[in-house]
């Protein structure tokens, strides 16, 4: 069988050929989509058919289990349930509504510093904006001073999933997520690139130092972010270590999959 080639163009996509079935059968190289994943932090996987997201998540190291919200299909024997791939939807989670700044699983135990998302579809034509917190950090020593950035390395805030959140996660588990948050460091060096990053999720940071003006912060997000739309079939994948995003409400049809891994 012929290698499949993968052409990487400036815009931090992958071009996959459409005539490809799935990541198995395709002869492809996955080990550079990791190694471009590891670079930039972030990719684009254009619609191509038969790529499913669990394919595309056996690339990395294995992938967190989902409460609720989780994907089930019904077949001849019965219903097969993927723990491991939510549905993020207008009726499941998080519904509608606005979805501030954030970094997925802030708040979580365990390395699950991965996401992908697969559209479904997407009616409603509502964007997800991310933002490259190496980039916001950059920013943030060219208008506070590198002294002040480079200071943050000692500060810590603490992380746990909002109350209007509860119904994405079982009972016990929510409780436990709220009694036990996760402390990250407000700017350190990225685990495999080794660049600086910020990291301050304003979605779902709980308490953070008097030191640390959030607001102020916050504002560099909008001004660095970048808008993508999503088509049928695109799937993306970001490392939430680098990468906040956030997603405004919508009134409509919106279906994506949603896979959280590890990949350290």
């Not at 069988?1 to 002869?27: A, C």
């Not at 990053?197 to 959030?214: A, E, L, Q, R, W």
């Not at 001004?223 to 088509?231: I, L, M, P, T």
Request: include cysteine.
């Amino acid at each position: 069988m012929q290698e499949t080639k993968i052409e990487v163009d400036s815009q931090k996509i992958l071009r996959l050929p459409l005539s490809s079935s799935t990541l198995k059968k395709m002869n492809l190289d996955t080990s550079q989509i990791r190694t471009k994943f590891e670079q930039e932090g972030f990719i684009v996987l254009p619609p191509t058919p038969g790529v499913w997201i669990k394919d595309v998540s056996e690339i990395f190291n294995g992938n967190v289990k989902a409460d609720k919200h989780y994907l089930r299909v019904q077949t001849e024997f019965g219903w097969n349930e993927h723990k491991d791939i939510q549905i993020v939807s207008e009726t499941e989670l998080f519904g509608e509504t606005d979805v501030p700044w954030h970094a997925d699983w802030s708040y979580g135990p365990g390395s699950y510093d991965g996401t992908i998302l697969q559209c479904n579809f997407d009616q409603a034509n509502t964007p997800t904006h991310f933002v490259d917190m190496h980039t916001v950090y950059n920013d943030a020593c060219k208008v506070f001073g590198q002294a002040q950035v480079e200071g943050l390395r000692l500060m810590s805030g603490k992380y746990s999933p909002p109350e209007e959140l509860a119904y994405c996660f079982e009972e016990k588990s929510f409780r436990y997520l709220k009694r036990n948050p996760k402390e990250r460091s407000i700017v350190f060096d990225h685990p495999i690139s080794g660049k600086p990053v910020m990291y301050f999720s304003p979605g779902t940071i709980t308490n953070y130092p008097k030191g640390f003006d959030i607001s102020k912060y916050t504002k560099l997000l909008d001004d660095n972010s970048f808008v993508h739309y999503w088509e049928p079939g695109q799937t993306v994948i970001w490392d939430n270590l680098r990468y906040h995003h956030r997603r405004s409400k919508f009134n409509g049809k919106r279906e994506l999959l949603r896979i959280q891994f590890k990949y350290a």
